[in-house]
């Protein structure tokens, strides 16, 4: 297959950029036209791949990207990304210069950040800036009216700061109790009260919260979960109103198949012995790609059918137990579809007692990207040429 000519290991997530852009344009179909969305891709796109999904949600509708930290602006900018870039976590005041070399939108919620960055920006320098109100999520923020204005005055009184936009975070959107999300939507409106001007972009909705609650859009949303085609939540699985698209998929091929007779083991520990005669497959991947060893136990799809990983799953590799005898070579999906069968991301998170957000992004950069789009290979991130 041509995909084989530029990596050279058959493991590999398919992201499917179709997906994607479907899942923005649902959104946006939701939203008043005055409502913008800014497209979250830090944590390299929850581990879809930074650019590829930045580019499609731009082409999408999107008009602003956010990233957690600035490494990861600076990324996208050096991959040619010109759209605005929000850094959503804190950034050290000393590091203004890069903010304003690479026009990278920061977040500051400090007055004394304030002050230390000033010691630091020259004359002709330029940053955008979006305040951020903890509300209740208790994380990053400004958390009083006085805490508020006396920020807004020091960014109001230095021209090199230009106040761009205000925003919080809700710590409950997804839950289907709405009562924290209501305390938290007062709270901001309250505290929005002591600005003197309201900035360009006023903000606090995540994924669940854009889908759920039309009075907390003011200008734009934060697209993250949705966008990738997973629920923020189990609870809110009925709430979505428009088909969910999951773009990512993981897909590795038997690299060796043996026949154990009863009483053979599999694995480190030998822990895992076969009762009767069986058709064993070995894969490449493991814990070291985000394949964790809690992963043992779990089914994978081959030729159509579920098939348990059998024995401790190794760095690099792990074992299935096979219906029935099936070539080297032979596909095996660990997340996506083979023929009726499904296993989703939810799938992998609940075997993993944690949430979906987590397992893509846990997927390591040594497994190559695969983006598809119009069911056609566009672009390969592999290890060796662009890790
Ligand atoms: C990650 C993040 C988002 C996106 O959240 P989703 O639930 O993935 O939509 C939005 N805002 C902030 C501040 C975030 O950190």
Redesign the pocket.
């Known amino acids: 297959m041509e995909e084989h000519g530029y990596f050279y290991r058959d493991t590999w997530a398919e992201i499917d950029l179709d997906c994607i852009a479907e899942n923005v344009i649902s959104v946006k179909k939701q939203l008043p036209q005055e409502v913008d969305i ?1 497209a ?1 891709v ?2 390299n796109a ?1 581990g879809h791949g930074d650019v590829q999904v930045a580019k499609t949600a731009l082409a999408a509708g999107a008009v602003y990207l ?1 990233v ?1 930290f600035m490494d990861e602006a600076i990324a996208l900018r050096n991959k040619g990304i010109n759209a605005p870039i929000l850094v ?2 804190a950034t050290r005041p000393e590091d203004i210069r890069m903010a304003a070399r690479f026009s990278i939108t920061l ?1 500051i919620f400090q007055k004394e950040w304030l002050e230390e960055a000033q010691k630091h920006l020259l004359t002709d320098e330029r940053v955008s800036l979006h305040i ?1 109100v903890d509300t209740g ?1 208790g ?2 923020g400004v958390r009083t009216s006085e805490e508020l204005k006396a920020v807004e005055q020091m960014i109001l009184g230095d021209d090199r700061f230009q106040l761009e936009g205000i ?1 919080t ?1 809700f710590a409950t ?2 839950e289907l109790d709405d009562s924290y999300f209501q305390e938290q939507l007062a709270l901001f409106e309250t505290i929005l009260g002591a600005l003197t001007k309201r900035p360009k972009y006023i903000h606090c ?6 889908i759920r609650f039309p009075k907390a859009y003011f200008n734009a ?8 085609g ?1 629920t ?1 939540s189990i609870e809110m699985e009925k709430e979505i109103p428009f088909p969910l698209k999951e773009a990512f998929s993981l897909q590795s091929r038997l690299v060796h198949v043996k026949k154990l007779q009863k009483g053979d083991k599999v694995s480190y520990g030998a822990t895992y012995e076969s009762d009767q005669e069986e058709w064993i497959g070995t894969i490449p991947i493991g814990y070291a790609d985000g394949w964790i060893r809690k992963l043992q136990g779990q089914e994978v799809l081959v030729g159509g059918k579920r098939s348990m990983i059998v024995g401790r799953i190794c760095m690099d590799q792990c074992m299935v137990r096979l219906p029935s005898y099936m070539p080297i070579g032979t596909t095996v999906t660990l997340i996506g579809r083979q023929e009726d069968q499904f296993i989703s991301v939810n799938e992998i998170a609940d075997k993993l007692d944690t949430i979906n ?1 987590e397992v893509p992004c846990i997927i390591a950069n040594r497994v190559p990207r695969l983006y598809k789009k119009g069911g056609k290979i566009v672009d390969i991130k592999n290890y060796h040429l662009n890790n």
Request: charged fraction near 15%; aromatic fraction near 14%.
């Open positions: 800014f979250v830090k944590a929850y956010a957690a959503l976590g977040t951020k999520m994380r990053l925003y975070h959107a997804d909705s995540n994924s669940a919260a854009a949303v934060r697209l993250g979960i949705v966008m990738y997973l923020p957000y």
